[in-house]
Every structure is written in structure tokens, then in C-alpha cells.
């Protein structure tokens, strides 16, 4: 099977960095990606994957590294509207939906 | 507008009832899913389908049927509703190839009294 684990919790304030970790455990592997939910809504896509090395949106990037089956999100110049619950998925191979982890909460004070 | 809607947005119904959640979605995406999620907690996959006539089971899978007949409609329905049904269902859709990340739809918060 799939297990994924992050971090529960992080607090950081405005215009801070932050980064979220995510390690997995998989037999086989596809790609890793991650979602924004604010209290209430639904998940939004913010990256994807798939390779080695950083990817970069925005304010927003990812990382990956497959050899340590870990990678991160990066979230700069922290915004209160960036509190939210972050999620890592797990693509395990191609044909297979996605399995989440269970979610860190990030918390952006003033 | 490109979208994919979930109906109804509440739902409160008895133990032992027969329950279908509606999904559409707009975008003409082959592959739609159903995740279940309780607050503040990890997404569950419960059923997959990457195309019409095709389906295939999550870990929650036990509980719920699924059909797709047609592109764009993907219903959930639970054949006996009980209290450990209570969550919040969501539905997503995605464009072939892993790049693009799934759109969920907005949910449907399912209590079971």
C-alpha cells in the first residue's frame, strides 16, 4: 500500500517562509502533488511533481526527491489568506487516483 | 461556465435510507472520482472512474455503488444509509495526465440520524 506523513500543524506569521514536508512510502510512484482547502471549501490544485528538483508557481513551490521518496511545499511571503490546510497526494502509477495525506494546518498570524 | 456541481449541498436523512449524491461535471473530463472526508481530516478515496463504463474501487468502497453512463455524471449512492455515513463527499474530475491536479466540486455534507 500507500502512506504518506506531514507535518499536522505550522504556525508562521506574515510574510514569513514556510515549508511543509512530506514523506512517502509507496511500491511505486507517479507523481506527488498538493492541494490548498480553506475551512469549508473544496481542495484546489496548487502543483505537481513528477521529477526530481523544484517547481515553481508563483509564491508557491514544490519539491520532490524521489531517492529520499520526500519532498516539500514552499510558501513565500506568507499572506493571512494563506491560512489553510495544506495537502501532499500520491500518485503511486499511472491508471490509479490519487491518495492524500492527512493534512497540515497552517496557521498565518499578523 | 466550465464547472463540476455536487447536489444536494446538505443532506440530512434516517438511518436505513437509500441515498444517491449527484455529480456533473461541465469540462468533458474522462476521469471523475468520490473522496470522503470528515473535517479537518485526510481525503478517503471511495470509487474512480476513467471513462465511461468504467469503475474502480477506493479503500471505502464496501458501502457505496457507482455508475457512469454518460461523461459528464458520476453518482455516489449509498444502499442503506447509517450514522457512520455523516461526512462530507466530494467529487472531482480531471484531464488525462497527472500535470493538470484534480477540480473538486463544492461537497455534499451528509448527516445520518
Known amino acids: 500500500g500507500q502512506s504518506l506523513e506531514q507535518p499536522s500543524e505550522v504556525t508562521a506569521v506574515e510574510g514569513a517562509i514556510v515549508q511543509i514536508n512530506c514523506t512517502y512510502q509507496?511500491?511505486?510512484?507517479?507523481?506527488l502533488s498538493w492541494y490548498q482547502q480553506h475551512d469549508g471549501g473544496a481542495p484546489t490544485f496548487l502543483s505537481y511533481?513528477?521529477?526530481?528538483g523544484l517547481e515553481e508557481t508563483g509564491r508557491f513551490s514544490s519539491f520532490l526527491s524521489r531517492s529520499d521518496s520526500y519532498g516539500y511545499l514552499l510558501l513565500q511571503e506568507l499572506q493571512m489568506k494563506d491560512s489553510a490546510s495544506y495537502f501532499c497526494?500520491?500518485?503511486?502509477?499511472?491508471?490509479?487516483?490519487?491518495?492524500f495525506g492527512k493534512g497540515t494546518t497552517l496557521s498565518v498570524s499578523s | 461556465e466550465a464547472d463540476i456541481y455536487q447536489t444536494p449541498r446538505y443532506l440530512v436523512i434516517g438511518t436505513g435510507k437509500k441515498i444517491t449524491l449527484e455529480c456533473s461535471q461541465t469540462?468533458?473530463?474522462?476521469?471523475m472520482y468520490w473522496y470522503q472526508q470528515d473535517p479537518g481530516m485526510e481525503l478517503h478515496l471511495i470509487h474512480y472512474?476513467?471513462?465511461?463504463?468504467?469503475?474502480e474501487k477506493g479503500d471505502l468502497s464496501s458501502e457505496s455503488t457507482v455508475s457512469r453512463i454518460r461523461t459528464e455524471h458520476f453518482p455516489l449512492t449509498l444502499e442503506s444509509a447509517r450514522p457512520s455515513h455523516t461526512s462530507q463527499y466530494l467529487c472531482?474530475?480531471?484531464?488525462?495526465?497527472?500535470?493538470?491536479?484534480?477540480?473538486f466540486g463544492s461537497g455534499t455534507r451528509l448527516t445520518v440520524v
Open positions: 472512474s476513467y471513462g465511461v463504463n468504467s469503475t
Open positions: 469540462m468533458g473530463h474522462d476521469k
Open positions: 497526494a500520491l500518485g503511486a502509477q499511472a491508471g490509479t487516483a490519487l491518495i
Open positions: 472531482a474530475s480531471s484531464e488525462e495526465g497527472p500535470t493538470y491536479g484534480y477540480t
Open positions: 509507496t511500491s511505486g510512484f507517479y507523481g
Open positions: 511533481n513528477g521529477l526530481d
